[in-house]
């Protein structure tokens, strides 16, 4: 089946390469992991000594320097081959915010040991209980005190965090009734979660329909050295929207694999499954849900493409990233959809896949950023619709 890739800057080398990792681990390992809801270790171990995670780590810090469709190209063939790429996608480009905005103390200090697999940076502290889609009311707090600032306060679905040495968090450096506007006084720090956690750092793993190591955080005076701030005090809301634009792409990247994947199941299901005397995919009612799901993909596929050309040439690139995010996290799921109708029956068995894979690719309708959310931005910052929230 073609994917409609062919030409060199699609990467075609780097997929053929994590493709072959990729058959090191087959369903019947992420079975396991998905049954224990245990971390995928040895899969993240094999990317990382591969160098797959400092993708995007620049040369000079000891990474690979790749644009961001390589990275994009890596994560999504993780994905098209059946694995999953959540367990560690948010260590290609979390790192872009000290990359972006850390002093050059900060970026000698950890790029090179991320990108040596020395140091795991993989929590993205952002989301509180009472502050999802609406991040600038969160309300954990970093006081200054000193040469250091103590936190106080909540996150949850922070995933990865058990499997993290590092956290980019996201907290309020000034009380929000004393800002001039909603997206000031939220400062970004690097906390050193192995220290935290024997003083006043406390991470509980929440159980979720799929494997996905995500967990709550709670912060009780927590000390992180002032150094370990990002850029300036009160502007750090401003250093992680910037990097949000790389989050959709890969993100986008992921769920286009995903669709890969069942349209390829599906396909192979289609046409071996023998019903009423015939394969069940020369019926046009099994046919045509696994091709529309094709279509829908194959536009995310080349909204995607356009999102990193404009990202790579340094052009804004909100709409383009926003929109690919949308169509790649709908085509998924469709194609999730057609993939267990086809199935019948063993599309709900454990041994096919088909149902964990279901599960996973839920998610990204939701997070990092909800449908809705991404339409509202459409409608506001496309087409100059008046903010409805
Ligand atoms: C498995 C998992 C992993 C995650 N990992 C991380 C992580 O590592 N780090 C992190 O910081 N966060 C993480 N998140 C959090 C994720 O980013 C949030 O769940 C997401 O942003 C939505 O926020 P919420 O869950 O609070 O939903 P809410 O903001 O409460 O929204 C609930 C629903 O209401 C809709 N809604 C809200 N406001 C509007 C509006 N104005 N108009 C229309 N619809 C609206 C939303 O679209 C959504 O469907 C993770 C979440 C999950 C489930």
Known sequence: MSHGTGAAALHEEIRAEVKKLCARFPGEYWRKADRSRAYPSEFVRALTEAG??????????????????????????????????????????????????????????????????????????VTEPGSGSDTTSLRTFARREGDQYVVNGQKVWTSRAEHSDLMLLLARTMPKDETRGRTEGLSTF??????????????????????????????????????????????????????????????????????????????????????????????????????????????????????????ETGKACGEEANTAKLLAADAAWAAAEACVQTHGGYGFAEEYDVERKYREARLYRVAPISTNLILSYIAEHVLGLPRSY
């Open 52 to 125: 797959y995670l400092a993708a995007l780590i620049p040369e000079e810090y000891g990474g690979a320097g790749l644009p961001l469709s390589a990275a994009a190209a890596i994560l999504e063939t993780i994905h098209a081959e059946g694995c999953n790429g959540a367990a560690c996608h948010a260590q290609m480009y979390i790192m872009g915010t000290i990359l972006r905005h850390g002093s050059e103390k900060q970026k000698r200090t950890y790029l090179p040991k991320i990108a040596a697999g020395e140091l795991r940076l993989q929590a993205f502290g």
């Open 190 to 311: 690097i906390v050193d979660m192995r220290a935290a956690r024997t003083a006043g750092l406390t991470i509980r793993p929440i159980r979720t329909m799929m494997n996905h190591n995500s967990c709550e955080i709670f912060f009780d005076n927590v000390r992180v050295p002032a150094a370990n701030l990002v850029g300036e005090e009160g502007k750090g809301f401003r250093y992680i929207l910037d990097g949000m634009n790389a989050e959709r792409l890969l993100i986008a990247s992921e769920s286009i694999g995903d669709a890969k994947w069942f349209i390829a199941k599906a396909v192979a299901y289609g046409k071996e499954r023998i019903v009423f005397g015939r394969p069940i995919g020369q019926n046009q009612g099994v046919q045509f849900p696994i091709a529309r799901a094709h279509a829908e993909m194959r536009a995310a596929e080349l909204m995607l493409r356009e999102g990193c050309a404009r990202f």
